[in-house]
């Protein structure tokens, strides 16, 4: 079983720097974002994946609070980018 969650991880990981290529490139601002938020995602994911693998507990509670400035964050530049101002 941990070596499913190993692959998954070495794959995860792939696939996030596949959607790096996409947020450096992106043709648009609003195709960058959802690059972004994807990778943030996949990294909330890998952490919890490690965590699982080496048995700490403390990890996802890590990813939580990653996974939460992640969503923030992506809601601040879509309004920042709708608005052109944040407040």
Known sequence: MINLFIGASIILTLLSFASLYRAIVGPTVADQVVAINMISTKITVI?????????????????????????????????YLERGKLF
């Open 47 to 79: 952490i919890i994946l490690v965590a699982l693998i080496l048995g700490e507990k403390n990890y996802v509670d890590v990813a939580l609070i990653y996974a939460m400035v992640s969503f923030i964050t992506t809601i601040s530049v879509a309004k």
